[in-house]
């Protein structure tokens, strides 16, 4: 991997201790709760800019590719950082993944029951979030909110996968813009919540990104998804 693109290690210590600055003060903001969980978005960057990362103390990466992921995860098999998937994944690629990482974007049956096959065939649990498209995007990934129920509902017959929460990728607007989608996810975590369903425990909101996670953590989101702003742009 081409790795010119990645800043110094000093570098990647004063952006992350930057981004930690900004995730307190909306916090801050947002009121009384636990802090979110930062995940640094590590895809197309080499594995030194892991190692880097998490020299500043960071322990949470994600990766969007199912092969890349594959690689970096052998790569740190003795000292495995908190992994993250949160791209697209398709049902041949979900071997790579099922086992070794929280898995962000869940969103039909079929990528489900896939997931079920393998972490039964490895005698595992593994915990994902659904992904919910709540901006009507029909080029985007993600159930929508009228499909969310049924979704939500599979898990009941998935005895080795787990629902922890909802994941959103909103459309590119201004983050004020942006601030609605989000408290409509959180709206509807808490609906769905009350609600309950087996195999299903809403507990985290994976929302914001580089551009808008400040506004994430005061709609109430538990995980945010940092790349830019912590390795710069990324290498290819």
């Given at each position: 991997m081409n790795s010119a693109a990645t800043p110094a290690a000093a570098d990647l210590a004063d952006?992350?201790?930057?981004?930690?600055?900004?995730?307190?003060?909306?916090?801050?903001?947002?009121?009384?709760?636990?802090?979110p969980r930062l995940i640094g978005v590590s895809k197309r960057h080499p594995l030194a800019a892991i190692t880097e990362a998490r020299a500043?103390?960071?322990?949470?990466?994600?990766?969007?590719?199912?092969?890349?992921?594959?690689?970096?995860?052998?790569?740190?098999?003795?000292?495995?950082?908190?992994?993250?998937?949160?791209?697209?994944?398709?049902?041949?690629?979900v071997k790579y993944v099922v086992?070794?990482?929280?898995?962000?974007?869940?969103?039909?049956?079929?990528?489900?029951?896939a997931i079920e096959a393998r972490a039964a065939r490895e005698e595992l649990l593994q915990e994902v979030l659904v992904e919910v498209n709540l901006g009507g995007e029909s080029h985007k990934a993600g159930v929508s909110e009228a499909e969310l129920p049924a979704l939500?509902?599979?898990?009941?017959?998935?005895?080795?996968v787990r629902c922890v929460g909802l994941m959103l990728i909103p459309p590119p607007a201004p983050p004020e813009v942006t601030r609605g989608v989000f408290a409509r996810l959180s709206a509807l975590r808490g609906q769905l919540a009350e609600e309950g369903r087996p195999g299903v425990d809403l507990e985290h909101l994976s929302m914001g990104m580089s551009s808008d996670f400040e506004v994430?953590?005061?709609?109430?989101?538990?995980?945010?998804?940092?790349?830019?702003?912590?390795?710069?742009?990324?290498?290819?």
């Open positions: 952006n992350l201790a930057r981004i930690r600055e900004r995730v307190a003060a909306a916090v801050a903001r947002r009121g009384p709760g636990p802090a500043a103390g960071l322990e949470d990466f994600g990766e969007n590719y199912a092969q890349e992921f594959r690689d970096k995860a052998a790569a740190l098999e003795n000292d495995p950082p908190r992994w993250h998937f949160i791209g697209a994944l398709q049902r041949n690629k086992g070794k990482a929280l898995i962000h974007t869940v969103d039909t049956r079929s990528i489900l029951d939500l509902d599979r898990f009941a017959a998935t005895p080795h994430a953590i005061e709609e109430g989101a538990t995980l945010v998804r940092v790349g830019t702003a912590i390795f710069g742009p990324r290498p290819y």
